[in-house]
């Protein structure tokens, strides 16, 4: 699992992005009959469904609207990237907006978050949890606050290997058998391209019934 690339995760307010525009691109192309695809090194960065909502309920067991005590919600998720020894470093913020029912007393409300590694082929590479702390005045239904986890994934498990590289890229000429065919739907070059394809998912490490209960309200 490490051998891929590790995860920090930190609780912060106000941090500042540094921008990555950095693409690999693949093409071929020759007489118009040609393939031209861009693509980032950095991981996609997405919230899996249902988990970028929390409730909180008094008594933890009640699902009834009058017993919501608070919600949370994860937004604004953002990523920037660049190359760090040799490895793709991914910087994720995301905004956590909550909301409390009882505006009574000041209190701070700590949640869990997750953020996970995945592979293209549907591996998952890490995963570490974090923590926001919510901090609520006396009187104040809402606050926010922010999170941040940041990964790295070495350079050379996002690197195509040369033969794949070569069936993608390779020149074809009009009237060739395969002028017209797509190189990914061979499966063995979407295999390739799958292992070197990375996301990063942020969401609210939900128990199985606060998950439960978000996908079928």
Do not use: W
């Amino acid at each position: 699992m490490r051998k891929y690339g590790n995860i920090i995760l930190v609780a912060a307010i106000g941090l500042a992005l540094a921008s990555c525009g950095r693409r690999d691109v693949i093409s071929a192309s020759e007489s118009g009959i040609g393939l031209l695809v861009n693509r980032t090194a950095c991981p996609a960065v997405a919230t899996p469904v249902h988990t970028n909502e929390i409730t909180l309920f008094s008594p933890r067991s009640s699902r009834e609207a009058s017993a919501i005590d608070a919600t949370a919600v994860i937004t604004n998720i953002r990523n920037s990237c660049s190359d760090v020894a040799g490895a793709v470093q991914t910087v994720a913020t995301f905004e956590v907006q909550a909301r409390r029912t009882n505006p009574s007393g000041a209190r701070q409300i700590v949640l869990p978050y997750f953020a996970t590694v995945l592979r293209g082929n549907g591996q998952i590479v890490s995963k570490e949890i974090g923590r926001v702390g919510l901090n609520f005045a006396d009187g104040q239904l809402r606050t926010s606050t922010t999170g941040q986890a940041t990964t790295q994934i070495s350079r050379a498990a996002l690197t195509l290997a040369p033969d794949m590289e070569e069936r993608i890229t390779r020149r074809r000429r009009p009237g060739d058998v395969d002028a017209a065919l797509d190189p990914l739907a061979d499966p063995a070059v979407r295999a390739a391209v799958d292992a070197i394809t990375f996301e990063l998912l942020i969401g609210f490490q939900l128990e199985p019934d606060q998950l439960e209960y978000n996908a079928t309200r």
